[in-house]
């Protein structure tokens, strides 16, 4: 006798707290908006903060209401990197350490989590944005920067590398000779540096990073999310990949997209000459 199967009970989501200790979290007009909250700190990132992060972007994650994450510090600081109070490694815990540092080290985590996030991450940036900080900001999809902004990798100043994708990230962005001055010097730029390097999409004046990636986010709303998902997918994914290899998992993913509703609620739309709705689904 055939077995009767049991469907998927559609996933949910976690739900977000209502304070944090290391962050400010707060749905804002379709955008979960997270300010970092260690001013005395500089926003630096321990365990917690990490932890923290994490749990507020997966609350959101299913929600359908909320279209991207925004990444925010305070003025003097947009985030100064790995809380350097947190590195020190008793030479009995070394390869607990070791061990520790792709599942247990919620700092180290939270890279990989930025890595698999399916929504736009967008970073406000004014003031400091070193170390680790950069690394999640370019762990993310875009950098909008003040003219206050102050972008660097100083990890080796400390004998430590930017460990968190820095050398990956950043090589990709601005090409190999630039990223290794930045990380073999620690020289820090400004925010016009940046967007010369093509590190940030704009500069704007100082105070009004959040403005801006705002605005972004009130023009985001009228694209398809499932259309935005997908292109944030491929477009990572393409990174890595060949020519040829982009094109066929670009090809794949456009064709995921032919029964879903919003794309029939996308085309009526246009022939009908009004807004669609888009459901997500
Ligand atoms: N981890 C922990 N604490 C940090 C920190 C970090 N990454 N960056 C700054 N702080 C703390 C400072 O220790 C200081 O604390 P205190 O007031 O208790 O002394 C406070 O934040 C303010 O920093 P301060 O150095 O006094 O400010 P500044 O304006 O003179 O200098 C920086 C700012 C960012 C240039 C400087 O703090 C710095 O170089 N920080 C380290 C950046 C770094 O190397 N990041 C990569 C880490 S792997």
């Known amino acids: 006798m ?71 510090g305070d003025q003097r600081s947009f985030c100064a990197g790995a809380d350097l109070g947190g590195f020190q490694d008793l030479p009995e815990d070394r390869y607990d350490n070791y061990r520790a540092r792709y599942n247990q080290r919620k700092n180290r985590l939270l890279y990989r989590f930025f890595m698999n996030y399916t929504k736009p991450v967008i970073s406000a940036v004014e003031g400091y944005c070193l170390g680790g900080g950069f690394e999640m900001a370019m762990m993310g999809d875009i950098i909008i920067a003040s003219e206050s902004a102050s972008f660097g990798l100083p990890e080796g100043r400390h004998s430590l590398i930017p460990g968190a994708g820095g050398t990956q990230n950043l090589p990709r962005l601005i090409g190999a000779p630039l990223a290794k001055e930045m990380i073999w010097t620690g020289r820090r730029i400004s925010g016009a540096e940046a967007k010369e390097y093509r590190i940030v999409n704009h500069v704007v004046e100082q105070g009004k990073a959040l403005v801006k990636v705002r605005e972004i986010v009130e023009e985001m709303k009228g694209v398809g999310p499932l259309a935005t998902m997908m292109t944030k997918q491929t477009i990572n994914r393409g990174m890595d990949m060949t020519l040829q290899q982009g094109f066929l998992q670009e090809a794949d993913l456009a064709y995921m997209l032919s029964w879903s509703d919003d794309r029939t609620e996308g085309l009526k739309a246009f022939s009908e000459r009004r807004k669609p709705n888009f459901k997500g689904q």
Do not use: C, W
């Open 2 to 72: 055939a077995r009767k199967l049991k469907s998927f009970s559609r996933p949910k989501g976690g739900t977000l707290k209502k304070s944090y200790n290391m962050i400010i979290a707060k749905r804002r007009k379709g955008a979960l908006e997270i300010q970092f909250n260690r001013p005395d700190r500089l926003n630096a990132i321990n365990e917690e903060m990490a932890e923290e992060i994490m749990h507020a972007m997966d609350a959101v994650e299913l929600d359908r209401k909320i279209i991207a994450v925004v990444l925010s």
